[in-house]
């Protein structure tokens, strides 16, 4: 397993690599999570390349990004253990030199949900995900789900940039309780780590109400707000219900799509927490 610091040795050593090629772009403190979409990619192609860059340009000013968990010799040693042929490990100065100016932005669908909540986190996150793809120029790049807002904003900016990578989402990876796996999650205490499973559990019971036939929109938006607030260590910031593929907010009820996506952030104590599940 190969370590490059260097943007252009990064880019030479990509175009050698033998084809087809995954990417796996990360910020570190590797989990169960990002080991799935290194395990999807080590099946789809023949050489495997993951990155882990703590992106300062998706996080504001009030935000994580000082005390973001940077456990890089583990994650060495974790990516050590999968079939991983280049890792690239840049600084901030070689992502974003002194004069660096020029910025990605996909529109309105990175001004709701979380856009609205983290101003400028997607311009930063359609920035670094361009930069990478451009270097790699990888066959396929690999997200999560849980971040379904971002699997819907990088589709959009490969299609619309013609970056010529196929986007692969990989499911959301849970703990056997059901919080969905985040790098954010050492952040909770015992307390906090037991209030946090109101996440899944909220969605489960909105998957349980429209499996029973509740198609009235209203009414499932508060059967998931009612749920979560019945957890004192719980703080809605947003729910909301979409189509899975625009992120179009659905207004219309009763409900006649055929899937939809109930998008939630909650904080748990000072701990933000998202998640999200698709309901056939």
Same mark, same amino acid.
């Given at each position: 397993?190969?370590?490059?610091?260097?943007?252009?040795?990064?880019?030479?050593?990509?175009?050698?690599?033998?084809?087809?090629?995954?990417?796996?772009?990360?910020?570190?403190?590797?989990?169960?999570?990002?080991?799935?979409?290194?395990?999807?990619?080590?099946?789809?192609?023949?050489? &495997?390349?993951?990155?882990?860059? =703590?992106?300062? $340009?998706?996080?504001?000013?009030?935000?994580?990004? #000082?005390? +973001?968990?940077? @456990?890089?010799?583990?994650?060495?040693?974790?990516?050590?253990?999968?079939?991983?042929?280049?890792?690239?490990?840049?600084?901030?100065?070689?992502?974003?030199?002194?004069?660096?100016?020029?910025?990605?932005?996909?529109?309105?669908?990175?001004?709701?949900?979380?856009?609205?909540?983290?101003?400028?986190?997607?311009?930063?996150?359609?920035?670094?995900?361009?930069?990478?793809?451009?270097?790699?120029?990888?066959?396929?790049?690999?997200?999560?789900?849980?971040?379904?807002?971002?699997?819907?904003?990088?589709?959009?900016?490969?299609?619309?940039?013609?970056?010529?990578?196929? &986007?692969?989402?990989?499911?959301? =990876?849970?703990? $056997?309780?059901?919080?969905?796996?985040?790098?954010? #999650?050492? +952040?909770?205490? @015992?307390?906090?780590?037991?209030?946090?499973?109101?996440?899944?559990?909220?969605?489960?019971?909105?998957?349980?109400?429209?499996?029973?036939?509740?198609?009235?929109?209203?009414?499932?938006?508060?059967?998931?707000?009612?749920?979560?607030?019945?957890?004192?260590?719980?703080?809605?910031?947003?729910?909301?219900?979409?189509?899975?593929?625009?992120?179009?907010?659905?207004?219309?009820?009763?409900?006649?799509?055929?899937?939809?996506?109930?998008?939630?952030?909650?904080?748990?104590?000072?701990?933000?927490?998202?998640?999200?599940?698709?309901?056939?």
């Amino acid at each position: 397993m190969q370590i490059i610091h260097s943007l252009e040795k990064f880019r030479k050593e990509c175009s050698t690599l033998n084809r087809s090629l995954g990417l796996v772009p990360t910020m570190g403190a590797i989990h169960d999570g990002h080991l799935a979409l290194i395990k999807q990619a080590s099946i789809e192609n023949k050489s &495997i390349v993951v990155t882990i860059f =703590v992106n300062p $340009k998706q996080f504001s000013e009030n935000e994580d990004f #000082n005390d +973001y968990p940077r @456990p890089i010799h583990s994650d060495i040693k974790s990516l050590e253990s999968e079939n991983v042929d280049l890792v690239f490990i840049p600084s901030t100065e070689e992502m974003y030199p002194s004069n660096h100016s020029t910025y990605v932005s996909v529109g309105e669908i990175a001004k709701i949900l979380e856009g609205k909540s983290r101003p400028n986190h997607f311009q930063g996150v359609s920035t670094i995900v361009t930069k990478l793809i451009s270097a790699s120029r990888p066959n396929n790049t690999y997200f999560g789900q849980k971040d379904a807002q971002q699997c819907a904003i990088v589709q959009k900016l490969n299609n619309e940039l013609n970056l010529g990578t196929t &986007i692969r989402i990989v499911p959301t =990876v849970r703990e $056997k309780d059901g919080l969905a796996i985040s790098s954010r #999650n050492v +952040y909770l205490n @015992p307390k906090e780590r037991s209030a946090s499973t109101i996440l899944f559990r909220s969605l489960e019971k909105a998957k349980k109400l429209k499996s029973h036939g509740m198609n009235d929109l209203n009414l499932l938006t508060e059967n998931i707000r009612d749920y979560i607030k019945s957890e004192p260590l719980a703080k809605i910031d947003y729910i909301s219900i979409v189509d899975p593929n625009t992120l179009e907010h659905l207004t219309k009820t009763p409900l006649t799509n055929n899937q939809i996506l109930v998008l939630i952030a909650v904080k748990i104590g000072n701990i933000r927490l998202i998640d999200n599940m698709i309901l056939n």
